[in-house]
Each structure stands twice: as structure tokens, then as C-alpha cells.
């Protein structure tokens, strides 16, 4: 992949927003993923409006190009050959390139965006999804207002206990940590 006056890039900045905010979940997917800073953008609105393959919503940005509307994330930095990883991860997402606000300065990262067919409004997250997204905020530091606002999304029960079981084990993990 190349850069700016082409040379070849070796990482990329990547700006997580939903259930790879956490550090643990992230590193679950990609082990030699970093933590670099949190930020935000504005002009989207975060909203669990993606349907995924699991029938429940997922965290989706919405493009709104009001100042008003904004959506905290954390900034990694990954490998090249990581990112064609997290895309396996992030299907029914296309791949866009944002304006991150980090200390003042703004910094291109690349995000996901669901795909027009996989946006929906009729479906809720699994519990346990919101609770990992809502533990990332938390664990970053982000304001509690934010984080009011990500808890306060009705939410379905897993129907699939194993499931259901895995993710709360890793919420008590990320507890912990």
C-alpha cells in the first residue's frame, strides 16, 4: 500500500469506534495492534444501526455534517497486513477515511462505515454487545455523558447462550484488566 509521494506504508492509523474501542477485544483480532490516543469526529452520529450476522444491531457512523453530532473512538496503530485481518472481522463495512480530532490537531485514519443493504433500524444489540462497547468508553476515559448516552439503548437478550456466555466472560475480563 502506498503513502503520501509514494512510498510504502507499513501502518495505519485505524479509528475504532464500536466493539473494538477495549484494547482486549482489539487484541483478541489483532495482537500487534497499539493503543496510540483517543479523539473524536464530527460530523456523524454513532448509532447501533448495522445488522449483523447474528440478527442483532451493531455500531454503525452515520454521516450527518452537523458540528452537533460527534463519536469518541480510540486510535490504533496497525500493520498493514493486520488491516486485511480486520476487514475479515468488519464484513458488511466499507472502509472510509475520517478527520480525527486528537489534542487540537486533526490526524486521517481509516474506519468503517456499514454498507446502505446492511443498515437497519429495526433491530437491537445483544446486551452484551453494548455493555463491551460502553466498558471501551469507560476504559478510555471517555465523558460520562458519552457513555450515558451509549448505555442508554434498549437492548435483546443473546439467544445463544453460548454465545451470550463467551462475551460476558470477556466483559468480566475487561472488567478486571
Known sequence: MKGKWGRVMTELSYFAYGSNLHPLRLH?????ARFKQIGYISGYRLNYGMRGRDA?????LIYTGSDADFCYGAVYSLQVNEKLILDEHERHYDTHTV???I?????SCFTYIAQAEHQTDSLLPFSWYRDIVCHGGRFLGFP???????ENTDVQIDPDEERRLLHERL???????
Open 99 to 101: 478527520e480525527v480530532l
Open 28 to 32: 483478541a483480532r489483532l495482537p500487534a
Open 56 to 60: 442483532s444491531a451493531k455500531c454503525n
Open 171 to 177: 466483559i468480566e475480563d475487561i472488567r478486571t484488566d
Open 103 to 107: 489534542d487540537r490537531r486533526l490526524q
Open 144 to 150: 460520562e455523558s458519552y457513555i450515558e448516552h451509549l
